[in-house]
Structures are given as structure tokens and as C-alpha cells.
């Protein structure tokens, strides 16, 4: 979907660096989310936005970090990545009124660490 | 804890029958519930919802049936094709939780040819 793009999509890193993964949305909506898929695991949220500056925990933040500093842009940090951080990572964004409720995901990013 | 579960990991079905997926979830909470389809290397999309106020809600080949009382959902896909091979997420979510989706493990399905 043209409205919200990630970037890299794939990024191959070493155990114990940082890894700052952006997704960027061009829709103004005021929701954005951080999943991470796993096999067995299906979709987990690691963190969400509820607006600039408003970003909360999900279920599998440990390790992770987050920034909203505008509204088309949501960043996902790992501090000092893991081999149990290699994933797909996905973002989703998601509007207010009718459409609510409905996701709409970027195209991922493969992230390994090595 | 699973809230949403989809306890089937994998269908098989043959092109032309009807793929039925299935969805149970524990919270009374949830007013609304998604399915999303995904492909490979994609990213999730949003194939059909329905809100708890209804029963069944159609789109094209596809219709989700809402069993309040036994707290299922299903997926209808009629007739089944083989673009429609993908893994099929059933998702909720109720007022109050900054709208953020519970998601289950996703089911594979395979339309075979």
C-alpha cells in the first residue's frame, strides 16, 4: 500500500548493535503500531502510537524502544539487538471514524542478527 | 493467554469448494472482529470485519458469521480459489484499549488446484 512505507526491508546486523528500523505513512492517521511475526507466534505488538509523542507498550516491548516526533513517522529501535530479535517486522497504521478499526501494514522488514 | 484463538494452523481445500476457517475468542468485550489475509513476503490486509450488533456480514466470495453466544467466528469463502491461498489472521478488538487489535495465530490455507 502507497500510504505507508518501511524501511529497510531487509537489514542483516551484528548481536549488540543498535538497529533503528522507520515507517512512514502518508495518510495522517493518528494510529501507528510496531508487530513483530514469528513462526508459532503469529503477530505480537512490540509498540503503539496514539499520537505525536504518545506511544505505549505492547505485549513484547523488552529491548525495544519507540519515537513519534511527527505524525507520518514512527520509529522502532532495538538498543542492542539479539539473535532472538531476528523477525519480520511489520508496521500498521489505522484512522479514526468508520475505517477505524481496519489495519492497514506496511511490507515488513527481514531483520537478521547474526 | 490466548484471547483470539484460531485452532486450526492449516486447511486444505479443493478449487471450487468452500473454505470455512474458524475463530474463537474469550473476552464478552470485543464489539468488533477483522480477518486479514497475508502472503508471503506481504504485509497483512484487511479482507473482511463485522461488528458484534450483527450476525453475518458478506463481500463477494467471502462472509464472516458472529456467534455471540458461543463466542466463534467464521470465515466462508465460496468458491474457493487458488489466489486465495494464504494465511488467514482473525483479529478483535473492544472499546477502551486505545482501539489496539488482539490477533490469533493464523490459519494456512491451501486451495488446491
Known amino acids: 500500500d502507497a500510504g505507508i512505507t518501511q524501511s529497510p526491508r531487509h537489514k542483516v546486523t551484528e548481536t549488540g548493535t543498535p538497529v533503528t528500523l522507520r515507517c512512514h505513512q502518508t495518510?495522517?492517521?493518528?494510529?501507528m503500531y510496531w508487530y513483530r511475526q514469528d513462526p508459532g507466534h503469529g503477530l505480537r505488538l512490540i509498540h503503539y502510537?496514539?499520537?505525536?509523542?504518545?506511544?505505549d507498550k505492547g505485549e513484547v516491548s523488552d529491548g525495544y524502544s519507540v519515537s513519534r516526533s511527527k505524525t507520518e513517522d514512527f520509529l522502532l529501535t532495538l538498543e542492542s539487538a539479539t539473535s532472538s530479535q531476528t523477525s519480520v517486522y511489520f508496521c500498521?497504521?489505522?484512522?479514526?471514524?468508520?475505517?477505524?478499526?481496519?489495519?492497514?501494514f506496511g511490507s515488513g522488514t527481514r531483520l537478521t542478527v547474526v | 493467554d490466548q484471547q483470539v484463538k484460531q485452532n486450526s494452523p492449516s486447511l486444505s481445500v479443493q478449487e471450487g469448494r468452500i473454505s470455512i476457517l474458524n475463530c474463537d475468542y474469550t473476552?464478552?468485550?470485543?464489539?468488533?472482529f477483522l480477518w486479514y489475509k497475508k502472503y508471503p513476503a506481504e504485509g497483512p490486509t484487511f479482507l473482511i470485519s463485522?461488528?458484534?450488533i450483527k450476525d453475518k456480514n458478506e463481500d463477494g466470495r467471502f462472509t464472516v458469521f458472529l456467534n455471540k453466544s458461543a463466542k466463534h467466528l467464521s470465515l466462508h469463502i465460496v468458491p474457493s480459489q487458488p489466489g486465495d491461498s494464504a494465511v488467514y489472521f482473525c483479529?478483535?478488538?473492544?472499546?477502551?484499549?486505545?482501539?489496539?487489535?488482539?490477533w490469533g495465530l493464523g490459519t494456512s490455507l491451501a486451495v488446491n488446484p
Open positions: 500498521a497504521i489505522s484512522g479514526t471514524g468508520p475505517s477505524f478499526y481496519g489495519y492497514t
Open positions: 495518510e495522517n492517521h493518528r494510529y
Open positions: 502510537s496514539y499520537g505525536v509523542k504518545d506511544t
Open positions: 473476552n464478552s468485550m470485543f464489539d468488533y
Open positions: 463485522i461488528s458484534s
Open positions: 483479529a478483535a478488538s473492544g472499546a477502551g484499549n486505545n482501539r489496539k487489535l488482539i
